[in-house]
Protein backbone atom coordinates (compact mmCIF):
# COMPACT_ATOMS: atom_id res chain seq x y z
CA UNK A 1 0.00 0.00 0.00
CA UNK A 2 1.04 3.25 -0.95
CA UNK A 3 0.91 6.66 0.66
CA UNK A 4 -1.47 8.01 -2.20
CA UNK A 5 -4.21 5.17 -1.96
CA UNK A 6 -7.58 5.37 0.63
CA UNK A 7 -7.35 4.71 3.89
CA UNK A 8 -9.20 2.12 4.99
CA UNK A 9 -10.13 2.79 8.77
CA UNK A 10 -11.60 -0.45 10.92
CA UNK A 11 -14.72 0.21 12.74
CA UNK A 12 -13.17 0.87 15.87
CA UNK A 13 -11.13 3.32 14.79
CA UNK A 14 -14.44 5.61 14.98
CA UNK A 15 -14.99 5.25 18.48
CA UNK A 16 -11.67 4.21 20.34
CA UNK A 17 -9.92 7.51 21.92
CA UNK A 18 -7.55 9.09 19.53
CA UNK A 19 -5.37 10.64 21.97
CA UNK A 20 -3.79 6.82 22.42
CA UNK A 21 -1.99 5.72 19.27
CA UNK A 22 -4.25 3.05 18.00
CA UNK A 23 -1.35 0.78 17.43
CA UNK A 24 -1.33 0.06 21.09
CA UNK A 25 -5.72 -0.83 20.33
CA UNK A 26 -3.73 -3.10 17.83
CA UNK A 27 -1.24 -4.87 20.40
CA UNK A 28 -4.55 -5.44 22.83
CA UNK A 29 -6.43 -7.45 20.33
CA UNK A 30 -3.37 -9.04 19.56
CA UNK A 31 -3.47 -10.15 23.05
CA UNK A 32 -6.51 -11.01 23.06
CA UNK A 33 -6.60 -12.70 19.86
CA UNK A 34 -3.13 -14.97 20.94
CA UNK A 35 -5.49 -15.82 24.49
CA UNK A 36 -8.13 -17.65 22.91
CA UNK A 37 -5.91 -19.23 20.02
CA UNK A 38 -2.38 -19.84 21.77
CA UNK A 39 -4.72 -20.52 24.83
CA UNK A 40 -6.68 -23.92 23.38
CA UNK A 41 -4.32 -24.59 20.42
CA UNK A 42 -1.06 -25.07 23.00
CA UNK A 43 -1.80 -24.97 26.36
CA UNK A 44 -5.15 -26.90 25.68
CA UNK A 45 -3.20 -29.89 24.36
CA UNK A 46 -1.50 -29.97 27.38
CA UNK A 47 -4.53 -30.53 29.24
CA UNK A 48 -6.04 -32.94 26.93
CA UNK A 49 -2.76 -35.30 26.93
CA UNK A 50 -4.14 -37.35 29.98
CA UNK A 51 -8.12 -37.52 29.34
CA UNK A 52 -7.63 -38.34 25.59
CA UNK A 53 -5.23 -41.69 26.46
CA UNK A 54 -7.92 -42.77 29.64
CA UNK A 55 -10.96 -41.90 27.62
CA UNK A 56 -10.03 -43.95 24.72
CA UNK A 57 -7.09 -46.34 25.85
CA UNK A 58 -4.48 -44.34 23.89
CA UNK A 59 -0.96 -44.90 24.33
CA UNK A 60 1.21 -41.91 25.45
CA UNK A 61 3.41 -42.13 22.55
CA UNK A 62 -0.19 -42.18 19.89
CA UNK A 63 -1.60 -38.98 21.51
CA UNK A 64 1.95 -37.65 21.56
CA UNK A 65 2.24 -38.46 17.74
CA UNK A 66 -1.47 -36.30 17.36
CA UNK A 67 0.22 -33.29 19.08
CA UNK A 68 3.67 -33.61 16.85
CA UNK A 69 1.48 -33.54 13.93
CA UNK A 70 -0.31 -30.72 14.97
CA UNK A 71 3.37 -28.51 15.40
CA UNK A 72 4.85 -29.74 12.41
CA UNK A 73 1.73 -28.87 10.32
CA UNK A 74 1.22 -25.63 11.55
CA UNK A 75 4.85 -24.93 11.20
CA UNK A 76 4.47 -25.73 7.15
CA UNK A 77 1.09 -23.65 6.86
CA UNK A 78 2.84 -20.63 8.49
CA UNK A 79 5.76 -21.33 6.16
CA UNK A 80 3.48 -21.02 3.36
CA UNK A 81 1.40 -18.09 4.32
CA UNK A 82 4.44 -15.93 5.48
CA UNK A 83 5.43 -14.61 1.91
CA UNK A 84 1.54 -14.20 1.05
CA UNK A 85 1.04 -12.40 4.53
CA UNK A 86 4.15 -9.64 2.98
CA UNK A 87 2.41 -9.47 -0.02
CA UNK A 88 -0.76 -8.95 0.90
CA UNK A 89 -1.95 -8.64 4.69
CA UNK A 90 -2.94 -11.65 7.19
CA UNK A 91 -6.18 -10.69 8.05
CA UNK A 92 -8.22 -12.82 5.30
CA UNK A 93 -5.81 -15.67 6.39
CA UNK A 94 -6.52 -15.07 10.43
CA UNK A 95 -10.76 -15.09 9.69
CA UNK A 96 -10.56 -17.84 7.80
CA UNK A 97 -8.24 -19.99 10.41
CA UNK A 98 -10.26 -18.51 13.27
CA UNK A 99 -13.35 -20.46 12.01
CA UNK A 100 -11.74 -23.46 11.05
CA UNK A 101 -9.92 -23.54 14.41
CA UNK A 102 -13.43 -23.10 16.39
CA UNK A 103 -14.58 -26.40 14.03
CA UNK A 104 -11.75 -28.19 14.87
CA UNK A 105 -11.42 -27.55 18.80
CA UNK A 106 -14.76 -28.30 19.66
CA UNK A 107 -14.24 -31.98 17.51
CA UNK A 108 -11.69 -32.78 19.81
CA UNK A 109 -14.90 -33.75 22.28
CA UNK A 110 -16.02 -36.19 19.40
CA UNK A 111 -13.37 -38.75 18.93
CA UNK A 112 -13.30 -42.23 19.32
CA UNK A 113 -10.66 -43.56 17.15
CA UNK A 114 -7.01 -42.96 16.66
CA UNK A 115 -7.29 -41.91 13.41
CA UNK A 116 -9.69 -39.15 14.22
CA UNK A 117 -7.80 -37.41 16.64
CA UNK A 118 -4.84 -37.17 14.11
CA UNK A 119 -7.37 -35.68 11.36
CA UNK A 120 -8.92 -33.84 13.99
CA UNK A 121 -5.21 -32.47 14.89
CA UNK A 122 -4.46 -31.83 11.78
CA UNK A 123 -7.00 -29.42 10.89
CA UNK A 124 -6.70 -27.91 13.84
CA UNK A 125 -3.01 -26.96 12.74
CA UNK A 126 -3.91 -25.70 9.54
CA UNK A 127 -6.13 -23.45 11.34
CA UNK A 128 -3.57 -22.20 13.89
CA UNK A 129 -1.10 -21.77 11.28
CA UNK A 130 -3.23 -19.62 9.15
CA UNK A 131 -4.03 -17.14 12.31
CA UNK A 132 -1.65 -17.06 15.03
CA UNK A 133 2.08 -16.51 15.51
CA UNK A 134 2.73 -15.68 11.83
CA UNK A 135 0.11 -13.09 11.33
CA UNK A 136 0.22 -11.83 14.74
CA UNK A 137 3.46 -11.26 15.41
CA UNK A 138 3.74 -9.88 11.04
CA UNK A 139 0.70 -6.89 12.18
CA UNK A 140 3.38 -6.41 15.65
CA UNK A 141 6.27 -5.44 13.39
CA UNK A 142 4.78 -3.12 11.20
CA UNK A 143 2.89 -1.19 14.02
CA UNK A 144 6.34 -0.70 16.33
CA UNK A 145 9.89 -0.12 15.38
CA UNK A 146 11.34 1.52 18.17
CA UNK A 147 9.28 -0.32 20.66
CA UNK A 148 8.91 -3.42 19.29
CA UNK A 149 10.22 -5.40 22.03
CA UNK A 150 7.94 -3.49 24.71
CA UNK A 151 4.60 -4.12 22.61
CA UNK A 152 5.29 -7.66 21.55
CA UNK A 153 5.83 -7.98 25.57
CA UNK A 154 2.41 -6.96 25.80
CA UNK A 155 1.03 -8.67 23.05
CA UNK A 156 2.48 -11.88 23.46
CA UNK A 157 1.07 -11.55 27.32
CA UNK A 158 -2.31 -13.02 25.54
CA UNK A 159 -0.11 -16.09 25.39
CA UNK A 160 0.61 -16.98 28.96
CA UNK A 161 -2.89 -15.32 29.81
CA UNK A 162 -4.72 -18.30 27.86
CA UNK A 163 -2.40 -20.94 30.10
CA UNK A 164 -3.40 -19.18 33.43
CA UNK A 165 -6.88 -18.46 32.66
CA UNK A 166 -7.52 -21.38 30.45
CA UNK A 167 -5.66 -24.55 31.52
CA UNK A 168 -7.54 -24.58 34.70
CA UNK A 169 -10.76 -23.68 32.94
CA UNK A 170 -10.28 -26.73 30.34
CA UNK A 171 -9.11 -29.12 33.29
CA UNK A 172 -12.39 -28.62 35.53
CA UNK A 173 -14.46 -28.49 32.46
CA UNK A 174 -13.14 -32.38 31.54
CA UNK A 175 -13.45 -33.29 35.48
CA UNK A 176 -16.63 -32.01 35.09
CA UNK A 177 -18.16 -33.93 31.82
CA UNK A 178 -14.90 -35.20 30.06
CA UNK A 179 -13.58 -33.59 26.88
CA UNK A 180 -16.91 -34.25 25.23
CA UNK A 181 -18.24 -30.80 27.23
CA UNK A 182 -14.73 -29.15 27.30
CA UNK A 183 -13.76 -29.13 23.93
CA UNK A 184 -17.01 -27.89 22.10
CA UNK A 185 -16.99 -25.13 24.62
CA UNK A 186 -13.97 -24.04 24.13
CA UNK A 187 -14.63 -23.72 20.43
CA UNK A 188 -17.41 -22.03 20.44
CA UNK A 189 -15.09 -19.25 23.14
CA UNK A 190 -12.33 -18.88 20.52
CA UNK A 191 -15.09 -17.79 17.56
CA UNK A 192 -16.70 -16.22 20.27
CA UNK A 193 -13.74 -13.58 20.68
CA UNK A 194 -11.38 -13.70 18.11
CA UNK A 195 -13.84 -12.64 15.38
CA UNK A 196 -14.38 -9.37 16.76
CA UNK A 197 -11.03 -8.55 17.15
CA UNK A 198 -10.00 -9.39 13.54
CA UNK A 199 -13.17 -7.51 12.33
CA UNK A 200 -13.82 -4.46 14.00
CA UNK A 201 -10.21 -3.54 15.52
CA UNK A 202 -7.02 -4.94 13.30
CA UNK A 203 -5.53 -3.16 10.88
CA UNK A 204 -2.52 -4.83 9.18
CA UNK A 205 -0.15 -1.79 8.42
CA UNK A 206 -0.35 1.54 10.21
CA UNK A 207 0.36 3.27 6.87
CA UNK A 208 -3.27 1.89 5.87
CA UNK A 209 -4.70 4.36 7.81
CA UNK A 210 -2.55 7.37 7.77
CA UNK A 211 0.13 6.38 10.78
CA UNK A 212 3.69 5.49 11.15
CA UNK A 213 5.15 2.68 13.02
CA UNK A 214 5.49 3.67 16.77
CA UNK A 215 3.25 6.77 16.43
CA UNK A 216 4.75 10.00 17.98
CA UNK A 217 8.65 8.96 17.58
CA UNK A 218 9.80 8.47 20.34
CA UNK A 219 13.65 9.39 21.73
CA UNK A 220 16.56 7.54 20.07
CA UNK A 221 18.04 3.73 20.98
CA UNK A 222 21.19 3.47 22.26
CA UNK A 223 23.45 2.79 19.53
CA UNK A 224 24.02 -0.77 19.80
CA UNK A 225 20.74 -1.06 18.54
CA UNK A 226 20.72 2.19 16.38
CA UNK A 227 21.47 0.23 12.56
CA UNK A 228 19.05 -2.42 13.26
CA UNK A 229 16.43 -0.17 13.90
CA UNK A 230 17.38 1.93 10.97
CA UNK A 231 15.29 1.97 7.53
CA UNK A 232 18.00 0.91 5.49
CA UNK A 233 17.59 -2.80 7.60
CA UNK A 234 13.44 -2.32 8.39
CA UNK A 235 12.09 -1.47 4.62
CA UNK A 236 14.53 -3.99 3.17
CA UNK A 237 12.85 -6.46 0.92
CA UNK A 238 14.83 -9.64 0.72
CA UNK A 239 14.13 -12.67 -1.40
CA UNK A 240 14.27 -15.99 0.12
CA UNK A 241 17.88 -17.22 -1.35
CA UNK A 242 19.59 -14.35 0.36
CA UNK A 243 17.99 -14.99 3.49
CA UNK A 244 19.13 -18.80 3.39
CA UNK A 245 22.41 -17.42 2.40
CA UNK A 246 23.14 -15.67 5.60
CA UNK A 247 24.56 -17.42 9.17
CA UNK A 248 21.99 -15.78 11.25
CA UNK A 249 18.96 -17.27 9.72
CA UNK A 250 20.53 -20.77 10.28
CA UNK A 251 21.99 -19.89 13.91
CA UNK A 252 17.92 -18.46 14.70
CA UNK A 253 16.35 -21.90 13.10
CA UNK A 254 18.52 -23.91 15.31
CA UNK A 255 18.44 -22.48 18.40
CA UNK A 256 14.81 -22.30 18.11
CA UNK A 257 13.69 -25.55 16.64
CA UNK A 258 16.31 -26.99 19.57
CA UNK A 259 14.66 -24.77 22.07
CA UNK A 260 11.22 -25.44 21.13
CA UNK A 261 11.25 -29.17 20.93
CA UNK A 262 12.72 -28.99 24.55
CA UNK A 263 10.51 -26.58 25.66
CA UNK A 264 7.42 -27.60 24.24
CA UNK A 265 8.32 -31.26 25.09
CA UNK A 266 8.14 -30.12 29.20
CA UNK A 267 4.94 -28.23 28.71
CA UNK A 268 2.76 -30.73 27.11
CA UNK A 269 3.90 -33.38 29.77
CA UNK A 270 4.13 -31.30 32.49
CA UNK A 271 0.75 -31.92 33.70
CA UNK A 272 1.23 -35.53 33.49
CA UNK A 273 4.94 -35.76 35.00
CA UNK A 274 3.36 -33.65 38.31
CA UNK A 275 -0.21 -34.83 38.50
CA UNK A 276 1.29 -37.42 40.45
CA UNK A 277 3.84 -35.81 42.29
CA UNK A 278 0.89 -33.01 43.46
CA UNK A 279 -1.85 -35.65 43.68
CA UNK A 280 -4.38 -34.54 41.75
CA UNK A 281 -4.86 -33.54 37.69
CA UNK A 282 -6.93 -30.28 38.77
CA UNK A 283 -3.57 -29.45 41.13
CA UNK A 284 -1.19 -29.84 37.94
CA UNK A 285 -3.17 -28.25 35.41
CA UNK A 286 -3.37 -25.08 38.26
CA UNK A 287 0.47 -25.64 38.11
CA UNK A 288 0.83 -25.27 34.62
CA UNK A 289 -1.37 -21.85 34.67
CA UNK A 290 1.31 -20.73 37.27
CA UNK A 291 3.97 -21.49 34.97
CA UNK A 292 1.49 -19.06 32.47
CA UNK A 293 1.47 -16.82 34.92
CA UNK A 294 5.35 -16.45 35.49
CA UNK A 295 5.45 -16.09 31.96
CA UNK A 296 3.35 -13.16 31.64
CA UNK A 297 5.15 -11.16 34.87
CA UNK A 298 8.63 -11.44 33.25
CA UNK A 299 7.08 -10.98 29.54
CA UNK A 300 6.14 -7.66 30.84
CA UNK A 301 9.09 -6.99 32.43
CA UNK A 302 11.54 -7.73 29.79
CA UNK A 303 9.64 -5.66 27.52
CA UNK A 304 10.41 -2.50 29.35
CA UNK A 305 13.97 -2.96 28.57
CA UNK A 306 14.54 -5.45 25.78
CA UNK A 307 14.63 -2.47 23.19
CA UNK A 308 17.62 -1.20 24.37
CA UNK A 309 19.74 -4.44 24.89
CA UNK A 310 21.79 -7.10 22.71
CA UNK A 311 18.68 -9.57 22.23
CA UNK A 312 21.45 -12.38 20.97
CA UNK A 313 22.67 -12.50 24.70
CA UNK A 314 19.01 -12.21 26.30
CA UNK A 315 17.93 -14.69 24.18
CA UNK A 316 21.29 -16.88 25.56
CA UNK A 317 20.45 -16.20 29.40
CA UNK A 318 16.56 -17.27 28.86
CA UNK A 319 17.72 -20.49 27.26
CA UNK A 320 20.24 -21.48 30.27
CA UNK A 321 17.78 -20.42 32.94
CA UNK A 322 15.18 -22.36 31.30
CA UNK A 323 17.48 -25.49 30.96
CA UNK A 324 18.41 -25.67 34.59
CA UNK A 325 14.77 -24.87 35.93
CA UNK A 326 14.11 -27.93 33.86
CA UNK A 327 17.00 -29.93 35.85
CA UNK A 328 16.21 -28.90 38.78
CA UNK A 329 12.42 -29.57 39.22
CA UNK A 330 13.04 -32.89 37.94
CA UNK A 331 15.23 -33.70 40.99
CA UNK A 332 14.07 -31.44 43.57
CA UNK A 333 10.58 -33.66 44.83
CA UNK A 334 9.15 -30.81 47.44
CA UNK A 335 6.12 -29.51 46.33
CA UNK A 336 6.85 -26.13 47.47
CA UNK A 337 10.43 -26.17 45.43
CA UNK A 338 8.13 -27.77 42.67
CA UNK A 339 6.28 -24.49 42.90
CA UNK A 340 8.99 -22.07 42.84
CA UNK A 341 10.62 -23.94 39.60
CA UNK A 342 7.49 -24.33 37.41
CA UNK A 343 7.48 -20.07 38.07
CA UNK A 344 11.36 -19.90 37.27
CA UNK A 345 10.60 -21.90 33.88
CA UNK A 346 7.20 -19.74 33.38
CA UNK A 347 9.58 -16.82 33.57
CA UNK A 348 11.53 -18.34 30.68
CA UNK A 349 8.83 -20.10 28.36
CA UNK A 350 6.84 -16.44 27.09
CA UNK A 351 10.41 -14.75 26.32
CA UNK A 352 11.48 -17.48 24.54
CA UNK A 353 8.78 -16.90 21.63
CA UNK A 354 8.91 -13.02 22.13
CA UNK A 355 12.86 -13.22 21.21
CA UNK A 356 12.52 -15.49 18.43
CA UNK A 357 10.16 -12.66 16.51
CA UNK A 358 12.01 -10.15 18.19
CA UNK A 359 15.40 -11.40 16.50
CA UNK A 360 13.86 -11.97 13.02
CA UNK A 361 12.75 -8.85 13.05
CA UNK A 362 15.35 -6.83 13.90
CA UNK A 363 18.01 -8.67 12.18
CA UNK A 364 15.78 -8.70 8.76
CA UNK A 365 13.14 -6.20 9.19
CA UNK A 366 9.61 -5.64 8.42
CA UNK A 367 8.95 -5.71 4.90
CA UNK A 368 10.09 -9.62 4.31
CA UNK A 369 8.97 -10.55 7.76
CA UNK A 370 6.59 -13.30 7.34
CA UNK A 371 8.94 -14.79 4.59
CA UNK A 372 11.57 -14.75 6.81
CA UNK A 373 9.48 -15.75 10.25
CA UNK A 374 7.66 -18.10 8.20
CA UNK A 375 10.29 -20.82 7.65
CA UNK A 376 11.92 -20.18 11.14
CA UNK A 377 8.95 -20.55 12.70
CA UNK A 378 7.95 -23.66 10.68
CA UNK A 379 11.69 -25.34 12.14
CA UNK A 380 10.25 -24.38 15.50
CA UNK A 381 7.11 -26.33 15.19
CA UNK A 382 8.24 -28.84 13.84
CA UNK A 383 10.57 -29.01 16.81
CA UNK A 384 7.65 -28.04 19.14
CA UNK A 385 5.76 -31.35 17.38
CA UNK A 386 8.99 -33.44 17.42
CA UNK A 387 9.57 -32.47 21.61
CA UNK A 388 6.56 -33.95 22.86
CA UNK A 389 6.52 -37.43 20.36
CA UNK A 390 10.01 -37.65 21.68
CA UNK A 391 9.11 -37.57 25.60
CA UNK A 392 6.28 -39.71 25.18
CA UNK A 393 8.10 -42.22 23.20
CA UNK A 394 10.61 -42.28 25.84
CA UNK A 395 8.50 -41.87 28.88
CA UNK A 396 6.55 -45.63 27.34
CA UNK A 397 10.36 -47.49 27.08
CA UNK A 398 12.01 -45.74 30.85
CA UNK A 399 8.34 -45.52 32.63
CA UNK A 400 9.55 -42.27 33.96
CA UNK A 401 10.17 -38.14 32.91
CA UNK A 402 14.06 -38.59 34.24
CA UNK A 403 15.69 -39.71 30.74
CA UNK A 404 13.17 -37.48 28.92
CA UNK A 405 13.51 -34.34 30.37
CA UNK A 406 17.51 -34.16 31.02
CA UNK A 407 17.63 -34.75 27.63
CA UNK A 408 15.17 -31.89 26.98
CA UNK A 409 17.51 -30.09 29.58
CA UNK A 410 20.38 -30.59 27.83
CA UNK A 411 19.29 -29.67 24.29
CA UNK A 412 18.28 -26.24 26.15
CA UNK A 413 21.88 -25.54 26.44
CA UNK A 414 23.27 -26.24 23.57
CA UNK A 415 20.44 -23.40 21.93
CA UNK A 416 21.98 -21.03 24.15
CA UNK A 417 25.12 -21.29 22.22
CA UNK A 418 23.89 -21.49 18.79
CA UNK A 419 22.06 -18.42 18.68
CA UNK A 420 25.17 -16.45 19.72
CA UNK A 421 25.94 -16.88 15.55
CA UNK A 422 22.43 -14.67 15.24
CA UNK A 423 24.59 -11.78 14.24
CA UNK A 424 22.94 -8.37 12.51
CA UNK A 425 23.50 -9.02 9.04
CA UNK A 426 25.54 -6.05 6.53
CA UNK A 427 23.24 -4.69 3.87
CA UNK A 428 24.22 -6.38 0.87
CA UNK A 429 25.47 -4.32 -2.33
CA UNK A 430 23.60 -3.18 -4.66
CA UNK A 431 20.47 -4.38 -2.89
CA UNK A 432 17.07 -2.87 -2.95
CA UNK A 433 15.18 -1.53 -0.25
CA UNK A 434 11.74 -0.35 -0.02
CA UNK A 435 11.85 3.73 0.18
CA UNK A 436 10.82 4.66 3.79
CA UNK A 437 7.08 5.44 4.44
CA UNK A 438 6.13 3.01 1.30
CA UNK A 439 4.87 -0.24 2.11
CA UNK A 440 5.25 -3.05 -0.86
CA UNK A 441 2.28 -5.40 -1.00
CA UNK A 442 -0.01 -6.78 -4.08
CA UNK A 443 -3.54 -4.84 -3.90
CA UNK A 444 -3.36 -2.92 -1.37
CA UNK A 445 -3.95 -5.27 1.92
CA UNK A 446 -6.90 -5.95 3.27
Excluded at 294 to 305: D, E, N, P, T, Y
Excluded at 390 to 400: A, K, N, P, S, W
Amino acid sequence: MTSNQPFKYPPAYHFLPKSIYYGWYVTLACAVLMFVGVGVGYYGLAVFLSPLQEEHDFSNTAVSGATGLYFSVAGIVGAIVGPRIDRSGPLKFMLVGILIKGVAASSIGFVDNLWQLYLVYGVLAVAFGMSTAVAVNSIMTRWFVRRRARAMSISATGVSAGGVVLSPLIARLVDIGGTELAAPLMGVLVVAVALPMILLVLVWDPRQIGMEPDGKVPPPPPPATATQLSDEVQLRAWQRSEVLRTLSFWAILIAFLTVLMAQTGFVIHQISFLEERMGSRSEAAFALSFTAFGSIVARLIVGLFADAIDKRLLTFGLFVLQGTAVLLVLHIENIAATWVLTLIFGFTIGNVYMMQALLVGEIFGAVSFGMVFGLISFAGQVGSGGGPFLVGVLDDQFTGYTIPFTITALMTYAAAVVVLFARPVKAAENTATAQPGVVPTAGGGE
